[in-house]
Structures are given as C-alpha cells and as structure tokens.
T-cell receptor
Framework: QKEVEQDPGPLSVPEGAIVSLNCTYSNSAFQYFMWYRQYSRKGPELLMYTYSSGNKEDGRFTAQVDKSSKYISLFIRDSQPSDSATYLCAMRDPSLIQGAQKLVFGQGTRLTINP | KAGVTQTPRYLIKTRGQQVTLSCSPISGHRSVSWYQQTPGQGLQFLFEYFSETQRNKGNFPGRFSGRQFSNSRSEMNVSTLELGDSALYLC????????????????FGSGTRLTVV
C-alpha cells in the first residue's frame, strides 16, 4: 500500500462546476500538506499548502486537512478550462531532520474542465 | 526572478549508456532535490542536496547519483541506462528552514524528458 493514495481519474466536469480532489494517507506523522498543479510538459507548481488540520482558502481554491481521518481535499470553485491539468497532493516526510526536504506525492488526478 | 532551469529538455539515449542532467536553482535557494516521474509510479524522490552534501536519498539503485556545486547548481547522473529509466526527471529548489508560516514547497523546473531506447 502506498503512503499517499490519490484517485488518478481522469475527472471531467463542465465549466463552472465545483471540483473536489482528494487524497488519503497512512502516516499520521505527516504535518505539511500541499497541492501542486501540473500542466502538460511542465513541472508541478505549488498551489496551496496547509500545516496540520484545518482549511485554507486562496481565491477559487480551498484546501482542507482532516488529520483524524488522514484525508485531505482540494476544492476548486467556478472551474475554468484553464484549470485543466493534473493535480498532485504531496506531504512532507516527517522523519527527516528539520529543514531537510523530501515530499511524498500522490499519483495525481487528471482533471479536464469542458467549456 | 528566473525559475529553476533544467537542461537539456529532451534526451534520447541507448541502453547501457550514461547520461548527465543539469539543474540551476532559483537564486538564493540552496536546497536542490531530484524526482523521477513516470506514468506508473508517479513522482518519486531521488535525492536532495544542500551545501554540496547529499542530505537524503530515495530508494533508487546506485546507478543514480548526483552532486551539487558551490553555486548550488546540481547535476544528476544515471549510468548503465535501462529501458525503465525512461521518465521525466524533475529538479526542484527550495529555501531551507523557512520562517514560520512559509511553505516547505518546492519550485520545480520543467524537467528533462529522458527516453532510453
């Protein structure tokens, strides 16, 4: 079983719909949670990050973390065709020394917003 | 400011050959990490360098190696290439010990697409 599970999709929704993307994880020590967006032929770009449980909003994007359920979500409101991309959840490996960097990624969900 | 620059963008190599990929991080970023991305396995951590020292290593064979120079630029090398090494290799740089509230997130380059034939 992978440490981070994410439904690869593909997910296809009409323009304007609310999109919900989710990941589950097994390591209860994870504390930093991120969402990346990756367009075709590009590297991932950081969209949102949250620390521990709670919600964070940035424009049309909302990230939620539920540590008790080991479940994180990304919501996209008023989805646009330009949101069509692969969305990856990621979590920082907590076993490392402070400052060290290693992220564990989900498989990524391919999202298409249809005009 | 300039982003993370990876060269070359595309590469075709033959089995058994070796390859070197290059990464220039964002100015001021001293941590450089490398990831392999494949359709089957997704993004997998290769290694991280900070101040010319490898700080972490993922679960890859010894054919995969890297180094970092004093200007924080990094290279990764794959020797004795196998067909399964075909992948997108991504480099990411980040600030170290970000202040409270700052992200532990990376800035990724666009990657080097390696095809082994």
């Amino acid at each position: 079983q992978k440490e981070v599970e994410q439904d690869p999709g593909p997910l296809s929704v009409p323009e304007g719909a609310i999109v919900s993307l989710n990941c589950t994880y097994s390591n209860s020590a994870f504390q930093y949670f991120m969402w990346y967006r990756q367009y075709s032929r590009k590297g991932p770009e950081l969209l949102m990050y949250t620390y521990s449980s709670g919600n964070k909003e940035d424009g049309r994007f909302t990230a939620q973390v539920d540590k008790s359920s080991k479940y994180i979500s990304l919501f996209i409101r008023d989805s646009q065709p330009s949101d069509s991309a692969t969305y990856l959840c990621a979590m920082r490996d907590p076993s490392l020394i402070q400052g060290a960097q290693k992220l564990v990624f989900g498989q990524g969900t391919r999202l298409t917003i249809n005009p | 400011k300039a982003g993370v620059t990876q060269t070359p963008r595309y590469l075709i190599k033959t089995r058994g050959q070796q390859v070197t990929l290059s990464c220039s991080p964002i100015s001021g970023h001293r941590s450089v990490s490398w990831y392999q991305q494949t359709p089957g396995q997704g993004l997998q951590f290769l290694f991280e360098y900070f101040s010319e020292t490898q700080r972490n290593k993922g679960n890859f064979p010894g054919r995969f190696s890297g180094r970092q120079f004093s200007n924080s630029r990094s290279e990764m090398n794959v020797s004795t290439l196998e067909l399964g090494d075909s992948a997108l290799y991504l480099c990411a740089s980040s600030l170290v010990r970000p202040s409270q509230g700052r992200s532990y997130g990376y800035t990724f380059g666009s990657g080097t697409r390696l095809t082994v034939v």
